[in-house]
């Protein structure tokens, strides 16, 4: 049988490395520090780990690795937001709660698969 045969293994449905800023907490608005994150998209949740390039590759395992944090992605918010950066390629993500993220990467193609995909996931929860 599969792995994930009984249907409770959420779906991995991206990962790779991005940069990463928050801007706000709960509304409040925090000063931009930029840095490299490798994210997760699994079941409803963006899962932000240490960019594993930062750390000595033996100590990096997907399962074992502590997340530095996550965003539940339920009635989250996305925009393009090139406006709110020098950087090109940047989307905004709100959260009900009021945290505000920066995400960019340098590669256009990426950044657009990236975004697309958050979408999918908020709009398929928007609708259940
Ligand atoms: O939107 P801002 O405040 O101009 O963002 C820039 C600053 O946060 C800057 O940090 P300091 O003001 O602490 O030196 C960052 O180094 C920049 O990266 C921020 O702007 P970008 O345009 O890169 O998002």
Redesign the pocket.
């Known amino acids: 049988s599969s792995p994930d045969s009984d249907g409770c293994t959420p779906e991995l449905e991206k990962a790779g490395l991005l940069n990463k800023?928050k801007?706000a907490e709960g509304g409040r608005k925090l000063?931009?520090?930029?840095g490299s994150s490798w994210v997760v998209l699994v079941g409803n949740s963006l899962v932000f780990y240490k960019d594993p390039k930062s750390q000595s590759p033996s100590s990096w395992k997907p399962g074992s690795s502590r997340p530095e944090s996550s965003v539940d992605l339920r009635g989250a918010q996305l925009h393009w937001a090139n406006e709110?950066?020098?950087?090109k390629n940047?989307f905004k993500l709100r959260t009900v709660t009021g945290n505000e993220f920066?995400l960019?990467s340098e590669t256009e193609s990426l950044i657009r698969e990236w975004y697309n995909t958050i979408k999918n996931v908020i709009d398929r929860l928007d609708r259940e």
């Open positions: 800023t801007i000063r931009k520090n930029w709110l950066s020098s950087k940047v920066l960019q």
